[in-house]
């Protein structure tokens, strides 16, 4: 048995054979360890058996949003995985009120305002490990952001990038301090690596898919064997305006498509009311241009993930026909096409790069036409249908939110070798 003297950071800073007194500044735990002393100056101690693990988690949480609804399949995936998982969580209006007095929930920050007393929530909680879920809008002053980061100095984090944008400079002021960082693709690390993040510790952990038991198919009161549904919140990356001009290609050329139908669930948020209204507005010129009024819907309106996946189960197809805006590039990872995918709904995306983990998964067709092309060959060959399913079925396994929280877990434990810390028995 080895008595070691530890300071404020955990840092060992003395070895001794008997039991000393602490300090106002320092204090004294025992250690049974065979390590030699010098083997054991300087490192941290900290706990790395996961069943032991308390994980802080900073978010939003059951809010309108595609990063709050992955938390909570990543919060409930790790529950089972560590010893407690407690959430921190932005105080929103537009929060679920059902789940207001959940357990391990603390409401306790509000955007764009001050981090420092969650940080003293944190602290008094004492947690082995805290996680970021990072997204530029949730988080959008540097100021308050690099405050956190700075008072989590001594404790064990990671930042999950949700969004790694590769062309805007002014972002690495908070990204290139991230001492340890999770993004959803390879793309993502190496658009951070190409910016300059040398010191940063960068993992790549694939975005998490929900499995469904059962999805059969429901019966199809849209009464016409090309229906197909987009669904997300309304902004011009979304591509919508790509697939509108595709379905118009295919209703002109081939009558088959007479009665082909486009239903674009269109969500909205509070915070980008304006731009939500914009971009509706340009679309139904469009439907106008292409004398689309009796086959493109749009729908305003933010869905429940049961609605969400009802469509999903009478639609025929689904798209994500997002469009890379070379003045804004973001690489990421889209929650909304896994469960397209999981509700073994054949599914056609873009080009853009939040689909670079998918590469080779899910078609890419890069403008209108090539997307027109890909939708009648989803709708005319059964057997293409078919392999594109079973792309689905098989990366929806291999990628289920069991599987990405233990990567979650891995990381976690990688961070704390890495970082030189030392089990406390």
Known sequence: MKYILINKKNVIEGIFDRE???????????????????????????????TE??????????????????????????????????????IEAKADATHDEEENVVRCWKRGESMLPTLEKIKEWQPTFVIIQH??????????????????????????????????????ICTSIIKNIIVHSQAGKDALDALGHTTSHIQVIPHGCVVFDEVPELWNIFQTPYAIVQFGFGFFYKGVDRAIEAIGHLKKSDDKFKDIF???????????????????????????????????????????????????????????PYVTDPKNLVFGASGAIRIAMANNTPVIASESHMFDDLDGVIPRPTNSLELAQEIDKVFSNDNYKKRLIEKNQMYIRENNWSITAQRYVDAIKDIMQKENFIELE
């Not at 204090?27 to 996961?50: A, C, K, W, Y």
């Not at 693990?53 to 990543?74: D, E, H």
């Not at 530029?136 to 001594?154: C, E, M, S, V």
């Open 20 to 50: 000393v007194e602490s300090t106002a500044d320092k204090r004294i735990v025992s250690l049974d360890t065979e390590l030699l002393p010098n083997q054991l100056i300087g490192r941290r101690i900290g706990v790395m058996n996961p």
């Open 53 to 90: 693990m308390k994980i802080a988690v900073i978010c939003n949480w059951r809010t309108p949003c595609g990063i709050s609804t992955y938390t909570q399949f990543l919060v409930n995936a790790l529950k089972s995985k560590v010893a407690e998982v407690k959430v921190f969580s932005e």
């Open 135 to 172: 997204e530029f809008g949730i988080f959008p002053r540097a100021t308050h952001f690099l405050k956190l980061l700075q008072g989590l100095d001594n404790i064990p984090h990671a930042v999950v990038l949700h969004s790694v944008y590769g062309n805007h400079l002014d972002k690495t």
């Open 262 to 320: 486009y239903c674009y669930l269109c969500s909205e948020s509070a915070n980008a009311t304006g731009t939500h209204a914009e971009y509706h507005d340009y679309l139904e010129n469009l439907i106008d241009k292409f004398d689309l009024h009796d086959n493109v819907a749009i729908i305003r309106k933010y869905h429940s993930d049961e609605a969400i996946n009802n469509y999903l189960r009478t639609a025929k197809l689904a798209l994500f």
